[in-house]
């Protein structure tokens, strides 16, 4: 059983995972008081951001949405779709945390890998993640 304390040991050991789960929490906590009704965020800048940068797991709870229609075949109603937003926040303050705490503890993972090899830049991990979530983002842009 993996320990919480290890998780976050883990997923806080550089400081890249360190600048990437605070600008999640940052932006996560945005969006959840802007579907809250606290703040003001008309187009949803803060939540799209935080959902491409939980990217893999967004994908996971998709798919996982989207195979689950069983209600809509049995009720004709589709509790996923048709619900207001609010009821789904709290789903939200528990998916982000762990989809940004597995995404730091791989990007630190990276970062040390690369860093043991010799002549590798120490630049090298941070712009390939700027360049990969800039990349989905255009994707799911488009």
Known sequence: MLEIRHVVDDA????????????????AIWASAAGLGLVEDPRGTARFLAVILCMPWTLVVFVVVWL????????????????????F?????VFWPVAALANAGIIAALS???????????????????????????????
Do not use: K, N, Q
């Open 12 to 27: 806080t050991s550089d400081w890249t995972s360190r600048a990437y789960l605070g600008f999640v929490a940052v932006l």
């Open 68 to 87: 689950s229609h069983v209600e809509e075949w049995l009720l004709g109603y589709s509790f996923s779709f048709e619900s207001p937003a609010w009821l």
């Open 89 to 93: 926040e709290p789903l939200w303050t």
């Open 112 to 142: 040390r890998s690369v860093s043991r090899r010799p002549g590798a830049s120490p630049f090298l991990v941070p712009m390939g993640l700027l360049a990969f979530f800039a990349f989905i983002a255009l994707l799911w842009r488009v």
